[in-house]
């Protein structure tokens, strides 16, 4: 997983409320068990009209939000089922930052878990990081991890809260596998005492 710990980019505007893990990425999508693939098909049914031609008006089909890399969004983002494909196809597209009011508690675990990280605001402060990104590519958001801060184009500065281990991982690049992994000195001393111990096992 990459690390995260500071992030320069364009911020795509969302102002949806209650947008659900099927919008985000439809169930006919989840078949693959792969991470990677699945950002062409973000948003799906709101990118593209029925014979697959992309809708002009969408926000990430706009030229200027194309390399988006953060998404500002309404409240109660990622709802509904708790499909771990829809964080996939949000870092698969590029966007390793969403900042919204509220996040459905599993999707919210699950973008740390895919190097994602979810910024909860209050909804004034999410209202003028919109108005933000609403000015397109020449508006570039700062998210500093280590500093909890988010920097507007415009110099204002807004302070997150984030849970101290959570952080550590996405600092560190740090998955379940990855934090498995930080353990293995330790568990190959074990096996190696309990292959001796036991050798019949």
């Known amino acids: 997983m990459q690390k995260f710990t500071k992030l320069s980019g364009i911020a795509a505007p969302l102002p949806l409320v209650n947008i659900d893990t099927d919008m985000i990425i439809p169930k006919q999508f989840l078949k693959t068990i792969k991470r990677s693939g699945l950002g062409v098909n973000l948003f799906d049914e709101m990118r593209y009209d029925d014979d697959g031609n992309e809708i002009a008006d969408f926000v990430l089909n706009k030229p200027q939000y194309r390399d988006a890399q953060i998404l500002v969004a309404g409240d109660n983002f990622g709802c509904g089922s708790s499909r771990e494909h829809a964080p996939w196809a949000i870092a698969d597209f590029g966007i390793t930052c969403v900042i919204a009011p509220s996040y459905a508690d599993i999707f919210y675990n699950n973008c740390f878990k895919n190097g994602i990280l979810p910024i909860a605001l209050p909804q004034d402060q999410v209202d003028l990081l919109m108005k933000d990104a609403e000015k397109g590519a020449n508006a570039r958001i700062e998210v500093d991890l280590d ?30 596998i990855g934090l498995t992994m930080e353990k293995a000195a330790s568990i190959d001393r074990f096996e190696a005492k309990a292959g001796a111990d036991r050798p019949w096992v």
Do not use: P, R, Y
């Open 147 to 176: 500093a909890q801060t988010i920097t507007s184009s415009d110099g204002d500065v807004f302070t997150f809260e984030v849970d101290a281990f959570k952080k550590h991982c996405l600092m560190n690049g740090l998955d379940d």
